[in-house]
């Protein structure tokens, strides 16, 4: 059974440039979580889908991040421009929300550098 | 205002003894916990879940414990094994919040051979 699988998992580039984050949640899920870790901060949720609808996006961290479900098998964060500071590891995650707890599955991280 | 803290940065012990994580929790409306492991450049993996009516939980070589009075939590493993070195996070939901994880910053394990 095939985890949370994001694209790229590495990705350099320039200040400025829009930078696109895939994700695809496992099947079944209807969940599914943006996270960013840095050394500085930890692990923190960006934006949070429930049923493929945005809930909560307080942690997205300014205008120039943004993120879509288009659909329950898929998921984008964008960061356009893209600055120095937003170099990061960014886990997308997914869930089953139900009515007796919520165990989160990662996928391996987008290694995000932007120089 | 953390409401779930790991108050340890980093943890060491030797291989073949038990390693206790510790964490502690300020909302008494968590109701589930979870233990996450994490090695470099890799994502968080679940790891061991306990419900708040339960108050231990054992997978294996590892033991979550739960002391609702005390809003305190740890994780048992024993005996611990090299591959045991990672970092472990803490975390907790509650249905209010439609079960969104709230993070403790995590503990480094080292085990020592």
């Known amino acids: 059974d095939a985890g949370v699988i994001q694209s790229p998992r590495h990705e350099v580039t320039e200040m400025g440039q829009e930078v696109t984050l895939r994700c695809k949640p496992i099947?079944?899920?209807?969940?599914l979580f943006w996270y960013r870790q840095t050394m500085m901060r930890g692990l923190e949720l960006l934006i949070y889908f429930n049923n493929n609808v945005p809930i909560d996006d307080s942690g997205m961290p300014e205008d120039r991040f943004s993120a879509k479900m288009p659909n329950a098998s898929f998921s984008t964060l964008k960061i356009q421009p893209s600055e120095p500071r937003d170099s990061a590891v960014y886990f997308c995650a997914s869930s089953f929300t139900g009515s007796s707890g919520n165990t989160i599955y990662f996928g391996e991280g987008s290694w995000l550098t932007v120089v | 205002d953390q409401q779930v803290k790991q108050n340890s940065p980093s943890l060491s012990v030797q291989e073949g003894r038990i390693s206790i994580l510790n964490c502690d929790y300020t909302?008494?409306?968590?109701?589930?916990f979870l233990w996450y492991k994490k090695y470099p450049a890799e994502g968080p993996t679940f790891l061991i879940s306990i419900s708040s009516i339960k108050d231990k939980n054992e997978d294996g070589r590892f033991t979550v414990f739960l002391n609702k009075s005390a809003k305190h939590l740890s994780l048992h493993i024993v005996p611990s094994q090299p591959g045991d070195s990672a970092v472990y996070f803490c975390a907790a939901s509650d249905k209010d919040s439609n079960y969104q994880l709230i993070w403790g910053a995590g503990t480094k394990l080292i085990i020592k051979p």
């Open positions: 099947s079944g899920h209807n969940s």
């Open positions: 909302n008494s409306m968590f109701d589930y």
